[in-house]
């Protein structure tokens, strides 16, 4: 007989908590049945060959934006050597064809500015052309620092680089991922976000009320972390994931924009404080493949581990939400005709 009410008590609670959970919104719900990363193996100093050792990608068509130089060359070339068809892209065609053709494997060389939305839309249309589910969309290349304000549509820089640029390709690309098995999206983000002290400043994304170069950045960065969490809930329903990455603090041509003294340090310095590029890709590689991430999203990963983030706007669902609905408005013109809000 106790045993009996114990049962019927147990199952009460049980449907108790349908009922809280059913009446949750959307994303808030996604968020909680989603799954828990598991225990990583893999720490700051594991390189991307490590993370991916044994791991046979044949089969597999991942895309990687700033596949050129640093990064994104280093996580092109480590996913080729597993054997996945690489789609390497760079800011001109050059550098994309002579990128590929300087890694082992099977890529396939194509390009976009970041700046220039409608190229962003014709390199997803040459994407979805050859016909194949994509299984994954790493968003990698990005710029840092701007000394100056610059505006691209009426949207700073960097904002509109990091962010919408990229923005446009994951809704352009959001079909074949979606028609892979396990697509994964794995957006670039960075520590930098905790220089964002304000959150998206939704009223000065064009820079005119005032602009500091590293906040500027900072905002782009918090963008993209807070882009994975919302397409994360928006795919919920489906087997592909989104997760956004800090890769680590790394000598690349990122740089490029900084003060001369910064850029000796790290050119000659940057052993006692920098990470390797081979280690710096890790993470995205981990992230992008990893088998025991699958149904794993939501998440902003560092050093191939869950880290919660330095800010609570990283975990702002409101805000996430709210720069979804504002990145359709700007870039209404560049997304697929039946693209919602």
């Known amino acids: 007989m106790a045993n009996e009410q114990l049962r019927r008590r147990q199952f009460m609670q049980y449907m108790a908590t349908l009922g809280v959970l059913s009446a949750l919104p959307g994303s808030a719900l996604a968020q909680i049945i ?3 990363p598991p225990r990583s193996p893999f720490n700051s100093d594991s390189t991307a060959e490590e993370v991916t050792a044994g791991l046979d990608l044949s089969g ?8 050129n130089s640093g990064l994104g060359y280093e996580t092109m070339r480590v996913l080729a050597l597993r054997g996945a068809h690489v789609i390497g892209i760079a800011r001109t065609q050059e550098k994309a064809d002579a990128a590929c053709a300087s890694v082992a ?3 396939t060389p194509l390009f976009l500015d970041l700046a220039d939305w409608e190229s962003v839309v014709r ?4 994407i979805r052309a050859l016909h194949t589910p994509l299984d994954g969309l790493i968003t990698n290349a990005g710029i840092m620092a701007l ?4 505006t691209v549509n009426g949207v700073e820089k960097q904002f509109a680089v990091n962010h919408l640029g990229h923005f446009i390709l994951i809704n352009q690309l959001l079909a074949p991922v979606l028609a892979a098995p396990q697509g994964r999206f794995t957006i670039l983000s960075s520590v930098a976000h905790r220089r964002a002290d304000k959150g998206i400043e939704f009223d000065n994304l064009d820079g005119s009320q005032h602009y500091d170069p590293w906040t500027a950045y900072g905002v782009s960065k918090l963008a993209n972390a807070l882009c994975a969490r919302e397409l994360a809930a928006r795919i919920s329903h489906t087997d592909a994931t989104a997760n956004s990455v800090h890769p680590g603090v790394i000598g690349t041509n990122l740089m490029q924009h900084l003060p001369r003294w910064q850029q000796w340090g790290a050119q000659y310095l940057g052993w006692l ?3 390797t590029v081979e280690e710096g890709a890790a993470t995205t590689c981990y992230v992008a493949t990893n088998p025991g991430l699958v149904d794993v999203r939501g998440f902003y990963f560092a050093d191939c581990k869950v880290d ?7 975990h702002d669902d409101a805000m996430a939400a709210k720069l979804w609905q504002v ?6 013109d560049y997304l697929p005709a039946d693209q919602d809000s």
């Open 327 to 332: 990145s359709t408005e700007l870039t209404r």
């Open 273 to 275: 404080f920098l990470k």
């Open 105 to 107: 494997g099977e890529t």
């Open 147 to 150: 000394p100056e304000l610059e």
């Open 308 to 314: 919660k983030g330095e800010t609570p706007y990283m």
């Open 34 to 36: 989603t799954r828990q």
């Open 60 to 67: 597999l068509t991942i895309a990687i934006t700033g596949a």
């Open 123 to 126: 390199c997803a249309e040459t």
